[in-house]
């Protein structure tokens, strides 16, 4: 069974590009989450999303961060203009219907800003 | 204050011992707590449930004191193949919110 698909694995840009990352949940899971993760801050929860809706996007840095998911198996979440600080590695995690604690993450996207 | 707070870490045991991690959580809104472990540059996986009853799963043990906002891991025997970072979770029922500690690191040496 496929797992959770993130895209790009590694991507290095420069500071003021735009950067996209994709996210193909696993298909009948009804929550799509974001989470980033840094040595200093550990694993941060910036939004998340039940049958396509955000929740809760008070986790989203600033107004520089946007996520969408315009249906049930994809998801992007877009830096722009991406900043050095905003290095670190992305996570998008999926979860079936109803209250579960049990969250299947994708291997994530490690972003790298010059 | 973060929600999850977790022992600092790193945590360096020898085959064989006991190490038991520690976790707080500030939200008593917090209805479900997990286990995650990652290992080093992969994703989390769910390690296990913590109960208020306690539960195990071979050598690891998970426990809930709600009273004190406290969690805690606790692993016997430990093997090589143990060593990871542990995360501890909260999760909140309304909205499906999982919150996620810092982690601890636990090495174990031959």
């Known amino acids: 069974d496929a797992g959770v698909i993130q895209s790009p694995r590694h991507e290095v840009t420069e500071m003021g590009q735009e950067v996209t990352l994709r996210c193909k949940p696993i298909?009948?899971?009804?929550?799509l989450f974001w989470y980033r993760q840094t040595m200093m801050r550990g694993l941060e929860l910036l939004i998340y999303f039940n049958n396509n809706v955000p929740i809760d996007d008070s986790g989203m840095p600033e107004d520089r961060f946007s996520a969408k998911m315009p249906n049930a198996s994809f998801s992007t979440l877009k830096i722009q203009p991406s900043e050095p600080r905003d290095s670190a590695v992305y996570f998008c995690a999926s979860s079936p219907s109803g209250p579960t604690g049990e969250l299947f993450f994708g291997e994530g996207s490690r972003l790298t800003v010059l | 204050r973060k929600e999850v707070e977790q022992d600092p870490g790193p945590f360096n045991v020898p085959e064989g011992a006991t190490v038991a991690f520690n976790c707080t959580y500030s939200n008593s809104a917090s209805q479900s707590f997990f286990w995650y472990r990652q290992d080093c540059r992969k994703e989390p996986k769910l390690l296990m449930s913590v109960y208020s009853s306690g539960n195990e799963d071979g050598r690891f043990t998970a426990q809930l004191n709600r009273a004190s906002q406290y969690i805690s891991l606790l692993i016997r025997d430990s093997k090589l193949s143990d060593s990871a970072t542990y995360l501890c979770?909260?999760?909140?029922?309304?909205?499906?919110?999982?919150?996620f500690g810092q982690g601890t690191e636990l090495s174990v040496k031959p």
């Open positions: 979770v909260a999760f909140y029922n309304q909205g499906g919110k999982l919150i």
């Open positions: 298909s009948g899971h009804n929550s």
